[in-house]
């Protein structure tokens, strides 16, 4: 019965319907009590603490006053609750707004990698960022990563803007045909999603880096793009 009732709430959950906050922290304590009915607990803590706010504010020893609450569901709920607190604080999201706020972002996230790594951040409209995808290329000084990857991403998350950023472990910091390709692509699709490709930027383990945007580069790639030039691209990436 357990097990039918909490698929059926899953399905809410996942369809996005309206759920009560009873609802939402039953289906929340599935996770630390996987065989009991956690719809009664709920509703205990709710009587007690009346909102979910407050629920999540409430210390451990009062947590565990209530019914069906003990240690290890306390400790889970102290944890949400701190996860929730830190979530709503937007004070440490990284913002990139100048070149020199991109090339410090990027220095930290690749500054003495050694690996061919290549990362593609994703933005929003304050340019803050709200998404890191990063792949392993194994391929020496030449970004690389699965354009089936790249695709859906962009229509999942729809950012505003975007900056790529990859290494080189040659020392030699300048793009190669296959980079201004893969520029070329992300700049194509970047287009067709709404979104503005800021950079495109190459960096040594040294601290050296190469700016497509800076050099002019990435105005001149945006010139060539093309429906068959993306077709190229994506056969080179198959």
């Known amino acids: 019965m357990h097990e039918g009732h909490r698929e059926r709430m899953y399905e809410k959950l996942k369809n996005s319907d309206d759920l009560f906050d009873h609802e ?4 929340l304590l599935y ?3 996987p065989r009991q009915n956690t719809n009664p607990t709920a509703h205990a803590l709710l009587e007690r603490f009346v909102t979910l706010y407050n629920v999540f504010n409430a210390s451990a ?7 069906g609450v003990g240690d290890t569901v306390a400790k ?3 944890t949400v609750g701190l996860c929730a607190e830190r979530a709503g604080k937007t004070g440490n999201t990284p913002t990139i707004k100048t070149p020199e706020d991109c090339n410090r972002f990027i220095g930290v996230r690749l500054g003495g990698i050694h690996e061919e790594r290549i990362e593609i951040y994703f933005l929003n409209s304050a340019s803050k960022v709200d998404r890191i995808f990063s792949y392993v290329t194994n391929e020496k000084s030449r970004s690389a990563a699965p354009i089936d990857s790249i695709v859906r991403n962009f229509a999942l998350y729809r950012p505003n803007k975007v900056i790529i950023a990859h290494n080189h472990t040659n020392d030699d910091v300048s793009p190669s045909a296959y980079d201004d390709g893969f520029t070329k692509g992300i700049l194509f699709i970047c287009n067709i999603n709404g979104a503005q490709l800021i950079d495109h930027v190459i960096c040594l383990s040294c601290g050296v880096k190469y700016s497509y945007r800076n050099t002019g580069r990435l105005e001149e790639l945006n010139s060539l793009c093309s429906w068959e030039n993306f077709e190229k691209w994506t056969k080179t990436l198959n």
């Not at 020893?61 to 019914?67: A, I, M, N, R, S």
Request: glycine share 0%; net charge negative; aromatic share 6%.
């Open 24 to 27: 939402v922290l039953e289906i």
């Open 61 to 67: 020893e009062e947590l565990k006053e209530v019914d």
């Open 31 to 33: 996770s630390v009590v």
């Open 76 to 78: 889970f709920i102290k």
